[in-house]
């Protein structure tokens, strides 16, 4: 066995865990094709242990597609997508978390990953989306709380100075935009800020290009946030291992 070879063996079993940290499923992300009971079913496929359902979470989304403003309704209606993938999770054997892809009204139009929530939280951070990602993050976000700019170096992405995310999605594998992963991870790297990897998965046959390994099984959000600030995961796309 080369060195190359059994370096990558020895990672594989000290990380065992993969998972997916930036999944939307259909119908409530409009831009997926996939609906969560799929989505659940090809990533057990694919040898994870835990998917991430973090579909877009934006104040005027919701008026645009079932006709309300209104607090409940709006996060019932996100919930629904999650709750589903987790009935699915639970008669597959894969560990479904819950997280969301921000964006604010004011400001520009980026994207941003939110660990270490629960359900609930949801229903206090829609009104939240009316303001800026500045007031957000320092007004609500915490060492609990993880806030992550996606894809930042995209085609009409405004990267975010660090003092107003917790870190920068670098290794984003969405196959019909570059997202220029590698000026991202420099960027993080320059600033100081962790990095992360996530599909951005959407369409079938895009599924698992890119998760991060843990030591320990990830089993909530906040594990994902524990993870990075102890600085203690590796990224793995499509196979390909990468020490952050």
């Known amino acids: ?11 594989i079993e000290s990380y065992p865990y993969k998972t997916e940290l930036h999944a939307h499923t259909k119908p409530i992300s409009t831009c997926s094709d996939v609906v969560s009971e799929d989505a659940v079913k090809l990533y057990k496929e694919h040898g994870y242990t835990t998917l991430t359902i973090a579909n877009h979470f934006t104040f005027d989304y919701f008026y645009k597609r079932i006709g309300t403003r209104d607090v409940k309704e709006s996060v019932d209606f996100y919930l629904s997508g999650y709750y589903k993938a987790v009935e699915a999770g639970k008669e597959s054997g894969l560990n479904v978390i819950l997280a969301a892809e921000l964006r604010f ?3 520009p139009g980026n994207d941003y990953l939110l660990f270490g929530i629960e359900p609930e939280d949801l229903y206090e951070i829609f009104p939240m989306l009316q303001g800026t990602v500045e007031d957000f993050y320092k007004n609500y976000c915490d060492d609990t709380k993880l806030l992550i700019q996606a894809h930042p170096f995209r085609n009409g992405q405004v990267i975010m100075p660090p003092e107003t995310v917790d870190g920068y999605e670098s290794l984003n594998l969405h196959p019909n935009h570059n997202s220029r992963p590698a000026l991202a991870a420099r960027y993080a790297k320059e600033v100081n800020k962790p990095f992360l990897a996530g599909t951005d998965f959407h369409e079938y046959g895009h599924e698992g290009l890119s998760g991060i390994r843990t030591k320990t099984p990830v089993l909530t959000s906040h594990d994902i946030v524990k993870a990075v600030h102890e600085n203690d995961f590796i990224m793995d796309s499509d196979g390909l ?3 952050p």
């Open 1 to 11: 066995m080369r060195i190359q070879d059994e370096l990558k063996k020895k990672l």
């Open 105 to 107: 009204s004011e400001g």
């Open 241 to 243: 291992l990468i020490i």
